[in-house]
């Protein structure tokens, strides 16, 4: 008779299970989205997001504040814009004096240290709620004519004092245009955190109710990924490795960890995955109803998002998995 094998011993005891752990996560893995709204002294909830809010600029502040002494140290705001300042090509992306921009500013000017990831795309500016330019006449989303744009706002940005440039748009040849208008600006130290592979997913609904910022017309599938592909991720990866990209980003995460693995095996740049809005979503309705433990399940998607090969993860769990990891 063969001997039993028997992986069970380097499971026997807590110090054994913590010895042999493959995957350890920590807060430094997390950047935290925020969600900013005009106005002051307003903290209001995202209904179908349980545990995240929407911020006016001094709330926000904050709020990074209570991040930063749990251990989170970078951050991804996101703009709700009033729909009166809203145009077919964006223009309040550019506005220094805009609420975005202003505040971006103050809270570099406050945490000066910290590292902020802002969002290069045309839908929370745009009145036709598209990350691209629409073609009045065809309804096409043009890709060239968006650059231009792109390149605009992520200059904007890199004067507020942005760190990282997230362009979460899909348009071809962005990473490239970007990089471009970045270094003739003498911004030559701003990283570009591309979103390589972005699907065109049904888990972004909560996103866009907390920014409004739904498509009027359509839908974003003529420049987001169909769900179905991982080979096209991987052409996209190597084009934002020629065009220049400092750090290359799967969206969602958890229903492409596949696509995760594959991007890390073909890249040495590090590899960034976005536990999206529908993701959180579900886990709080379950943990709401008792039909999950909430905190183990955010640990166990947070950790096999990790183990998929993610060096980092944007994340609407942060503050609150830091304040688990924290408590150890
Ligand atoms: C749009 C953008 C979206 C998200 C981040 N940037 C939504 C979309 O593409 O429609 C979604 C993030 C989330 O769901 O948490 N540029």
């Keep these: 008779m063969l001997p039993i094998h028997r992986p069970r011993r380097n499971r026997k005891s807590e110090v054994i299970r913590d010895l042999v752990q493959e995957t350890r996560l920590t807060t430094h893995d997390f950047i935290f989205p925020l969600f900013l709204i005009e106005g002051q002294n307003q903290t209001l909830e995202v209904k179908s997001m349980p545990g995240i809010h929407r911020f006016t600029a001094d709330r926000i502040i904050d709020e990074v504040g209570q991040c930063v002494e749990l251990g989170v140290k970078a951050f991804a705001p996101f703009p709700s814009i009033n729909d009166a300042l809203k145009d077919c090509l964006a223009r309040e992306s550019a506005n220094p004096e805009g609420l975005y921009l202003k505040t971006v500013a103050e809270i ?54 942005a760190d990282i440039i997230g362009p979460s748009d899909m348009m071809d040849g ?30 972004y609904g909560p996103f866009r ?7 009027k017309k359509g839908d974003k599938k003529s420049y987001q990924m169909n769900p179905a592909n991982k080979r096209e991720a991987l052409r996209e990866l190597a084009l934002d490795e020629a065009e220049g990209a400092d750090m290359v980003m799967v969206k969602p995460a958890l229903s492409y960890l596949d696509v995760i693995h594959a991007v890390k095996e073909r890249t040495h740049l590090p590899v960034t995955a976005y536990n999206v809005s529908g993701e959180y979503a579900m886990v709080k309705a379950a943990a709401q109803n008792g039909w999950l433990d909430g905190e183990r399940t955010m ?17 609407y769990f942060a503050k609150e998995a830091a304040a688990v990891l924290r408590r150890g």
Excluded at 209 to 215: F, G, K, M, R, Y
Excluded at 299 to 315: C, F, H, M, P, Q
């Design 299 to 315: 640990l166990e998607v947070l950790t096999s998002i990790k183990r998929a090969g993610a060096d980092a993860i944007l994340t």
């Design 108 to 161: 570099k000017r406050q945490f000066p240290d910290i590292v902020l990831m802002t969002d290069v795309a045309m839908d929370p500016y745009s009145s036709d709620g598209h990350d691209g330019i629409v073609d009045a006449e065809s309804g096409e989303i043009l890709n060239d004519a968006t650059l231009e744009v792109l390149g605009q706002m992520a200059l904007a940005q890199a004067r507020a004092g």
């Design 174 to 203: 962005r990473v490239a245009w970007i990089r471009r208008v970045l270094d003739e600006n003498a911004f030559q130290h701003v990283s570009i955190m591309s979103y390589t592979a972005k699907y065109a997913s049904a888990f």
């Design 209 to 215: 109710d907390a920014l409004d910022s739904a498509p």
